[in-house]
């Protein structure tokens, strides 16, 4: 499956944005996708990920409580709403997958777990 994110910018503190993640390719409902970012200077963090039908989520602590994430396999579409956003969310952020068919699949955040992954998109907030 392929991936292409969308829906960064510059906003300021306290406001909202939605970022996509478009799949291309078959059998999405067989991959679980996570949300990542990369701050400048720092390396790569997961912050949310959600399983293949949706059931199960997981939010880092630094983004609980202000981040949503949901799909819409129907239309190939993972979203991350990011609410009360502060100047240290500011980074490109990543959607990433991988494909897990097993009858109760298992759910992780573990970068080196992850295969696929888009172009990433650019968040920026100011104070």
């Known amino acids: 499956v392929q991936l292409v994110e969308s829906g960064g910018g510059l906003l300021q503190s306290g406001g909202s944005l939605r970022l996509s993640c478009a799949a291309s390719?078959?059998?999405?409902?067989?991959?679980?996708v996570g949300w990542f970012r990369q701050a400048p200077g720092k390396d790569r963090e997961g912050i949310s990920c959600i399983s293949q039908r949706g059931g199960n989520t997981y939010y880092s602590d630094a983004v609980k409580g202000r981040f949503t994430v949901s799909r819409d396999n129907t239309k190939g579409l993972v979203y991350l709403q990011m609410d009360n956003l502060k100047p240290e969310d500011t980074a490109v952020y990543y959607c990433?997958?991988?494909?897990?068919?097993?009858?109760?699949?298992?759910?992780?955040?573990?970068?080196?777990?992850?295969?696929?992954w888009g172009q990433g998109t650019q968040v920026a907030v100011s104070a």
């Open positions: 990433t997958s991988y494909i897990d068919a097993a009858p109760s699949p298992s759910l992780t955040i573990l970068e080196e777990e992850y295969e696929n």
């Open positions: 390719g078959d059998s999405f409902d067989e991959y679980a």
